[in-house]
């Protein structure tokens, strides 16, 4: 695993960390949340899209890339594209670092 690995998975996990806690709010379930990650969850191993296969980093247990890909995408695309770019910027900085 490389240095770039961890902090790509830093950064998924505290997303995926702060989207799960979504699902508790005021001591009680949101219903909202609860739709938008089932539509999520769906949608994604409907159309089998691992977030993880993407970006470059498999994951070796089957099934939790996308089941965390559809956790992500439950919050929508304005998240998913600042993610993403927050991704591809920490890739900018390692191979920027690696041409000195």
């Given at each position: 695993m490389t240095v770039l690995?961890?902090?790509?998975?830093?950064?998924i996990g505290?997303?995926?960390?702060?989207?799960?806690k979504m699902v508790w709010q005021n001591g009680k379930i949101s219903v909202d949340k609860v739709g938008a990650i089932i539509v999520a969850e769906v949608?994604?191993?409907?159309a089998g899209m691992d977030m993880?296969?993407?970006i470059g980093l498999?994951?070796?247990?089957?099934y939790v890339g996308l089941a965390l890909t559809g956790l992500?995408?439950?919050?929508?695309?304005n998240f998913?594209?600042?993610?993403?770019?927050?991704i591809a910027n920490t890739k900018e900085i390692k191979?920027?670092?690696?041409q000195k």
């Amino acid at each position: 695993m490389t240095v770039l690995s961890l902090i790509v998975l830093a950064l998924i996990g505290e997303a995926v960390w702060e989207t799960s806690k979504m699902v508790w709010q005021n001591g009680k379930i949101s219903v909202d949340k609860v739709g938008a990650i089932i539509v999520a969850e769906v949608l994604v191993f409907g159309a089998g899209m691992d977030m993880f296969v993407l970006i470059g980093l498999p994951l070796h247990i089957p099934y939790v890339g996308l089941a965390l890909t559809g956790l992500l995408i439950s919050r929508g695309a304005n998240f998913v594209h600042d993610l993403l770019a927050k991704i591809a910027n920490t890739k900018e900085i390692k191979d920027v670092t690696e041409q000195k």
